[in-house]
């Protein structure tokens, strides 16, 4: 089976709903509602050129505690009134916030389950875990804000045979966003980065876990990381990054996880390929990231991966032909691979 994987970071598709969960349009409600209903028209056109098989979404649309409103219910619904047939929706976990981990999926190539890992002794994602994020040999409690969605990928129809395994997160921000003193931002840097590596631990944990039991899973690691190679002092203070923590140990080449993209190269700009960017806390310059990533284990049989980043120099025409949509859509730029023998 040929499929094409996509992850895309949204930026707040809550906002593209209204309060009861239907989509807002261009032509009706106030203006900032008309705005959000032109920008997923703008959604609507990116994915429907990636026509991906299926759609992996950070900051998707809220899901209540209480289940009356749910990511996959709101998605399902603005699939179909802009255009995007054929596809059905699932969610994970609700998060304690309103951005949610979610996917659309072409109903007739591939069927979508949340599958949680519930055993306490393998630490399940919407629990607490130990972890020693320091080497101090000494663990300490963290828990995902957002937890990771488990996604089982199986044939459609009753009973199809799983075929992949997928794990989509959005990890902790490393992003400062009040107002502090030096000393005080380089508390909250660290903070921030610990926890950040102990999220990632954890996912990576249960990656060892799977493929301890299925050394020939397919496994797909996905999602807005908010980490790169290299990107910063601190992965150098720390002698490592959340990506490369993903990955795995070095000293169990097996397992380890491979990226689709080539290594990003640092230039004048930031880094290349990107898939982000964000401003400089001290130069105030707008730098280009790559903080979204997907990984996959070593059966995966790759066949070709690219950011859909306009501004790229290799960006090939029908991305540079969606160059407004994919800069006003979101924040990030989709991320898309295309995977055989699944």
Known sequence: MNLTIALYNVEWM??????DGT????????????????????????????????????????????????????LKVWASQFGLSGYDAVNGFASPGQQELCALYKKAKVKLSHKPE??????????????DTTDSLIKEQYKHYRPPFEIQVRKPGQGGAEVARIILAHTKSKGIFDNVDLARFEQLSLRN????????????ERCDQWLKANPSLKLL???DINDGFGLDYYEQ??????????????????????????KPKVGKYGWTPSSSSFTDKVTEDRVNVLIDHILVSQSVKLTEARVWNPYLRDAP????????ELKKASDHFPVVAKVTGV
Not at 14 to 19: D, E, L, M, P, T
């Open 14 to 19: 809550k906002r593209v709903f209204k309060i």
């Open 221 to 223: 690691v996905m999602g």
């Open 118 to 131: 519930k055993a306490i002794s393998k630490h399940p994602f919407n629990q607490s875990f130990l972890v």
């Open 317 to 324: 025409q029908e991305v540079k032909d969606l160059k407004e």
């Open 23 to 74: 989509p807002k349009t261009s032509t009706a409600g106030s203006t900032a509602d008309r705005k959000e209903g032109k920008r997923s028209e703008m959604l609507a056109a990116v994915i429907a050129a990636i026509d991906p098989d299926i759609l992996c979404i950070v900051e998707g649309p809220d899901t209540k505690a209480d289940l009356s409103k749910t990511a996959s219910q709101q």
């Open 193 to 204: 980065r610990q926890k950040l590596y102990a999220e990632c631990f954890s996912i990576r």
């Open 237 to 262: 203070r720390f002698r490592r990054s959340a990506v490369e923590i993903l990955l795995g140990d070095v000293w169990k080449p097996e397992k380890i996880l491979r990226h689709v993209l080539p």
